[in-house]
């Protein structure tokens, strides 16, 4: 059993803002590719925290603006932490974020840069890809889109 938080920016923590940050270098970074995680997008986001019954933070993604990314809002940085990879999180963070998002953005759908390996996660979802890949920080990405549905 998580439990959630969903919150703006300004509303972080200090040790919110340290853990997600320290979830996000852990795997964006660590396992991935060096690149600069904080991309002054933060500041115009939701984030929503998974903590387990010890308070660890298990689970993170943050939702943009519409109008700073794209014209929608944006799911992104979604990470789970390794030792609960296998479990499904990954499924239960997305739908926790697709029901935040209709909360606030009815009616909207949601347009995410996804990395191009994790299709199959995301169609699960809903999204469907828009034109071919790209490069991001050296990692095949590919534009998603989400018609609006009920979450």
């Known amino acids: 059993m998580l439990s ?3 919150c703006r920016f300004g509303e972080l923590g200090v040790d919110d803002l340290y853990d997600a ?3 996000r270098c852990r795997v964006f970074i660590v396992e991935q590719v060096p690149y600069l995680d904080p991309d002054g997008v933060d500041r115009d986001a939701w984030h929503l925290l998974g903590r387990d019954r010890a308070g660890a933070l298990v689970a993170y993604l943050r939702v943009v603006d519409p109008g700073v990314k794209y014209d929608e809002p944006s799911i992104g940085r979604v990470v789970t932490a390794p030792e609960v990879r296998g479990t499904g999180l990954g499924h239960v963070l997305v739908r926790e974020g697709l029901a935040r998002c209709a909360a606030v953005w009815p009616g909207r759908a949601n347009r995410i840069g ?4 994790l299709q199959r996660f995301y169609r ?4 469907e890809p828009l034109g071919g890949e790209y490069d991001e920080d050296g990692i095949p990405h590919i534009e998603m889109l989400r018609p609006w549905q009920v979450a």
């Open 114 to 117: 996804a990395q191009a390996r």
């Open 124 to 127: 699960g979802h809903g999204w």
């Open 4 to 6: 959630w938080r969903w």
């Open 21 to 23: 940050l320290a979830l």
